[in-house]
C-alpha cells in the first residue's frame, strides 16, 4: 500500500494557508483604515486651524488685521508633537508666518485645500483657505496656510499597524487549532467507520449498516457491494469444498473396500505391503477430505454464529457415544467425567471440535489404553480437558499446531491431515473461548488438550 499525506493533514494544511491567507489581508486592511484614519484626524485638525484663524480675519482703516488665535494652533498639538507652520497671504503680499512655505493649491473662497509638501527637509501636510475681506478700494482675496510634519499621523499608523500584525498573528493561530479540530471533527466518522471494520472478525462480511453523512455514502455502498461479493466468492468456495470432499469421499471407501479384500487374498508379503500402502495412502485420502468438509462448515457457520442455550456435557456425552465404535476396535476405553456447565454457541461447531479432539486422541494413542474427558468450571469460564497416553504434543512450540496441515514431528507414521486442532481453535475462537495444548503431568506421557469456553 502507497502511503500519502493523510487526509487530515491535507485538510488541516489547507484551512491553515486559507487561514494564513486572510491574516495578512485582514492585516493589510486595518493597516490601510489605520493610515487612511490618522490622515484624516489630521486633516480636520488642520481643517479646524486655518477655519479658526479666517475667522478673525476682518478689515480696519481699510486694512486686512489679524489675530492669531492661540486654539488654532493648540488642537494642532493635541494630537501630537509635530512642528506646525503657518502662512498668511493678502494677494501676493505675506502678512505674517513663514515666508518660505510652499504656496497652496490655488481654491474657491471658503474652500478648505489639503496638499503634501517638502518643507526644510521633512514631509507636511498642508490645509488652505481662502476669504474675500474688503479692504482700501476692493475685496481683497486672504489666503491662510497651516502645515504640520506627519510624524504624530505616521506614528499611530504604524501602532495601528502592529497591533494589527499582533492580531492577525493571534487570528492565524487560533484559527489553525480551529482547523485541526474542524479536520479531526470533519473525519470522524470515517474514522469511526474504519474502527467499525477493523473490530470485525476475518469471517464477518455483513453489511456495514451505520449513520453517516451524504458525502460518504458512495463509499459505504461501495464497501458493502464489495464486502457482498466476497461473501458470496467464500461461500461458493465452501460449497465447493464440501461437495468435493463429499464425492471423493464415496469412491475412496470403495477403494478401500476392494483393497481390504485383495489384501485377504492376497499371497505374496511384496503384494501384501503395497495393498497396506494403499489402504494407508486411502485412509489418509478419506480423512482429509472429512475434515476439509468440516473445516468449511465451521468458516461457513460462523458467519453467522448460533446462540443457543447448551449443556457442554451433554454435548460432550454425545461425542463420546459416537466414537466408542472407533475406540473399541483398538481397544482403547474412554473415560467422561462431567458436571453441569451451561453455555451459549453452535451445538454443530462445538460437538465438531470435541470431536476432532477426541479422533486425534484415540488415533495417537496405543492400544488397550484409555482416553479420559473432565469437565470443569471455574470462574465464568467451562473446561473439557482430554488426556490420552500416546506419543504427546513433540519438541515443538505447541501454538504452530494449531496451524492448517500442521502435525508434529512424532506423528509422521500416523494417519492425519493436520487440521484436527485447527478445526477446534477456529471454532473455540469464534465462541470467544480458546485451545489450551500440552503435556500431561502425571508422568505417564500424552497429551493433555483443553477446550475452553465463557460460561453462560
Known amino acids: 500500500m502507497i502511503e500519502t499525506r493523510s487526509i487530515g493533514k491535507r485538510l488541516t494544511l489547507l484551512l491553515a494557508g486559507v487561514a494564513a491567507l486572510l491574516s495578512v489581508l485582514s ?176 469471517s464477518d ?44 469421499r464415496t469412491p475412496l471407501a470403495t477403494v478401500r473396500a476392494q483393497a481390504e479384500i485383495a489384501l485377504r487374498s492376497a499371497k505374496g508379503d511384496t503384494e501384501k505391503e503395497r495393498l497396506r500402502r494403499i489402504i494407508r495412502a486411502v485412509d489418509e485420502s478419506s480423512r482429509s477430505a472429512g475434515q476439509l468438509l468440516d473445516h468449511a462448515t465451521v468458516a461457513y457457520r460462523t458467519e453467522d454464529l448460533a446462540h443457543d442455550p447448551l449443556d457442554l456435557a451433554d454435548l460432550a456425552a454425545r461425542t463420546v457415544a459416537a466414537m466408542e465404535p472407533t475406540a473399541s476396535m483398538r481397544d482403547i476405553l474412554l473415560k467422561l467425567e462431567t458436571e453441569p456447565a451451561r453455555i451459549a454457541g453452535d451445538a454443530i461447531l462445538i460437538e465438531n471440535a470435541i470431536r476432532n479432539v477426541l ?39 505447541v501454538e504452530a499446531l494449531t496451524e492448517r496441515f500442521r502435525r508434529g514431528q512424532n506423528t509422521e507414521s500416523i494417519v492425519g491431515s493436520g487440521l484436527g486442532l485447527t478445526i477446534a481453535a477456529d471454532v473455540l475462537r469464534a465462541h470467544g473461548g480458546r485451545l489450551e495444548l500440552g503435556g500431561n503431568k502425571n508422568g505417564r506421557g500424552g497429551a493433555c488438550v483443553s477446550l475452553v469456553l465463557p460460561l453462560a
Open 205 to 248: 462480511l455483513r453489511p456495514l449498516s451505520r449513520p453517516a453523512p451524504a458525502d460518504l455514502a458512495p463509499l459505504l455502498s461501495a464497501l458493502n457491494r464489495l464486502m457482498d461479493r466476497l461473501r458470496q466468492s467464500i461461500r461458493r468456495s465452501e460449497d465447493f469444498i464440501a461437495e468435493a470432499a463429499h464425492r471423493v
Open 27 to 202: 492585516w493589510g486592511m486595518v493597516t490601510g483604515l489605520a493610515r487612511e484614519g490618522a490622515q484624516r484626524t489630521q486633516d480636520n485638525v488642520l481643517a479646524a486651524s486655518v477655519t479658526t484663524i479666517a475667522e478673525t480675519l476682518r478689515s480696519e482703516q481699510g486694512e486686512v488685521r489679524l489675530e492669531l488665535p492661540y486654539a488654532a494652533f493648540a488642537m494642532l498639538g493635541a494630537i501630537s508633537e509635530d512642528r506646525v507652520f503657518y502662512r498668511v497671504t493678502a494677494g501676493d503680499e505675506i502678512l505674517t508666518g513663514y515666508d518660505d512655505l510652499p504656496a497652496a493649491s490655488p481654491a474657491r473662497p471658503g474652500q478648505v485645500v489639503f496638499d503634501i509638501a517638502d518643507y526644510r527637509g521633512v514631509a507636511i501636510r498642508m490645509a488652505s483657505i481662502a476669504r474675500l475681506v474688503l479692504a482700501g478700494e476692493g475685496p481683497v482675496l486672504v489666503t491662510v496656510t497651516v502645515g504640520q510634519t506627519r510624524d504624530g499621523a505616521g506614528a499611530i499608523a504604524a501602532e495601528l499597524s502592529w497591533l494589527a500584525a499582533i492580531l492577525a498573528v493571534v487570528f492565524f493561530l487560533v484559527a489553525v487549532a480551529l482547523s485541526a479540530l474542524v479536520a479531526r471533527t470533519s473525519l470522524r466518522p470515517l474514522n469511526e467507520i474504519a474502527a467499525a471494520m477493523s473490530r470485525r472478525g476475518p
Open 359 to 397: 479422533d486425534n486422541a484415540i488415533k495417537y494413542s496405543p492400544e488397550e489404553t484409555t482416553v479420559s474427558l473432565r469437565i470443569t468450571s471455574a470462574g465464568d469460564e467451562a473446561r473439557l480437558t482430554v488426556r490420552d497416553q500416546g506419543p504427546g504434543l513433540g519438541d515443538e512450540p
